[in-house]
């Protein structure tokens, strides 16, 4: 592995888990729409 | 009551093989720049979501105006899911930014005019979202917001402006971060395979989230059968009638 | 175009009276700023040398700290009086509401400034009693105004009232803060007025842009 990979693969990861969070916000707040329907 | 609706849907799947996609490229195809090594790489999606952040604020600005001056919901949704979208970008784009400048310029920040001006919109973002909480009346809040995510907006270039002329002036007390890269022609595939792809998942949780805001906001306003509103609303029809 | 000018007057004076009367806001300010500036003395070692560059900074940051205060209280008194339906009934152009409430809060903050400078000048032994200067500062004072009183006209009608304008005003004006303290040490510093022209043309582009603003979008801040 390439000196410095910690930066690469930290940000990317942090990239996906902030779009996975806010995808997950959206679903939860669909399934509460849901259930209320 | 969240009808599916099937272009989103499609378009949602490719929006994700998209970013994948891109994701690809950065890794296997994108060549290791001369100086910096892998950190570089970063850059790709650190611009994408600079990038975004900028569009989200203009989308935010846009649906501003257009709720002041049409009044319709679905403006102030698209503002709100602007903002929402607008802060999600800009903090991704500030810590990728900072992720980036360590391992290459030995420092988590520099005073660089584009780093700055996108912590102070996502600063602006956050405002909104709290002055939009701190109002009770729904109408009310929409139109302030409104007018917040204009005045913000327009005071981005202004923002901007001012750091660069700062940094044009002071260059060397903050560490030589003007250097540019060497760039060949793989690296500006990626780079605008990587934006593409990221515009196109910006496009698709946009509409997710203004159907999503669209739709709480016309159940609300429908007291359901059964609670406690849905009575004081008939009984006050009663009154009416009589 | 009379008619304009003699509302817009009127409604100066109306705030102007009303806080002389008072005096609260200005005696609270003006407390703040001062004991302020002791208290710089103790955080920051000044030698003469990097006077030039801070000092500036220093006034400035009195300036748009004692701001807040001072624009916060202009608004909450409209609120608690229930002043804002008065005036909406009152004024057929609600851009005249804004302007006047700009200018009476730019008089307050011009009085700030000013009183801030011989202050300094005493503690600090070192002069800032320069023309172009106080232009500045004054420049600087109508920017801050044009924002901080539109911002103030929303966060006064929020649950949190007082607290929020900083938070909304100041990521907003921080094209404000620089020009004003690189100017500012420009003119301390003796450089020639062409090295230092682009901050002026900056704030004054700012604060035409936010006056016009504010003024075409006022009405939607108070209207119910």
């Known amino acids: ?37 | 009551m969240l009808s599916k609706n099937k272009w989103l849907s499609v378009l949602s799947v490719l929006a994700v093989l998209a970013v994948l996609g891109a994701l690809a490229l950065v890794i296997f195809y994108a060549p290791l720049e001369l100086t910096m090594g892998l950190p570089q790489k970063i850059f790709y999606f650190h611009v994408s979501s600079a990038w975004l952040g900028m569009v989200s604020f203009f989308v935010a600005a846009i649906g501003g105006i257009l709720y002041l001056a049409r009044g319709k919901e679905v403006y102030d949704s698209l503002s709100l899911a602007g903002v929402e979208l607008g802060l999600l970008f800009s903090v991704l784009g500030t810590v990728t930014g900072m992720l980036w400048a360590r391992p290459v310029w030995n420092t988590y920040w520099t005073w660089d005019p584009r780093l700055t001006t996108m912590t102070i919109m996502g600063f602006t973002y956050l405002g909104y979202l709290l002055l939009r909480r701190a109002i009770d009346s729904p109408t009310r809040a929409a139109r302030l917001g409104a007018i917040y995510a204009i005045v913000g907006f327009v005071s981005v270039p202004l923002t901007f402006f001012s750091a660069r002329l700062l940094r044009t002036i002071h260059p060397t007390i903050f560490g030589n971060t003007g250097e540019k890269m060497v760039m060949t022609s793989p690296m500006y595939q990626t780079m605008a395979a990587s934006i593409v792809a990221f515009t196109l998942l910006f496009v698709v949780l946009l509409w997710h989230r203004v159907r999503l805001e669209m739709a709480q906001r016309m159940l609300e306003s429908e007291p359901e059968e059964g609670t406690a509103k849905h009575q004081v609303a008939k009984f006050d029809a009663r009154g009416e009638e009589q | 175009m009379r008619q304009y000018m003699a509302s817009l007057w009127a409604l100066i004076k109306k705030d102007l009276i009303q806080e002389w009367r008072s005096k609260d806001i200005i005696s609270a300010m003006l407390a703040f700023a001062v004991l302020t500036l002791f208290i710089f003395n103790y955080a920051l070692s000044l030698s003469p040398q990097a006077q030039a560059s801070i000092a500036t900074g220093i006034v400035w940051v009195l300036v748009v700290f004692a701001g807040t205060l001072g624009i916060n209280r202009s608004f909450s008194a409209e609120q608690d009086q229930g002043c804002f339906d008065a005036l909406l009934l009152g004024s057929p152009d609600l851009s005249l509401v804004y302007l006047a409430k700009m200018l009476s809060n730019f008089l307050i903050m011009a009085l700030l400034a000013l009183f801030l400078l011989p202050v300094y000048s005493l503690l600090y032994n070192y002069s800032l009693f320069n023309g172009l200067f106080v232009g500045l500062i004054l420049l600087g004072a109508w920017a801050y105004s044009a924002m901080a009183t539109l911002l103030a006209g929303l966060s006064v009608q929020t649950r949190m009232r007082d607290m929020l304008l900083p938070v909304l005003l100041f990521p907003l004006l921080i094209p404000v803060n620089i020009a004003v303290v690189k100017a500012g040490a420009g003119i301390l510093e003796g450089l020639p007025f062409a090295d230092i022209s682009i901050w002026f043309t900056l704030l004054a582009a700012y604060a035409v842009i936010i006056t016009t603003i504010s003024s075409m979008v006022f009405e939607y801040v108070i209207k119910e």
Do not use: G, H, T, W
Request: charged share 20%.
């Open chain 1, 1 to 37: 592995m390439p000196e410095n990979s910690q930066y690469f693969i930290i940000a990317y990861a942090l990239i996906f888990v902030l779009l996975a969070l806010y995808v997950l916000r959206m679903c939860l707040q669909a399934r509460k729409l849901r259930k209320r329907d």
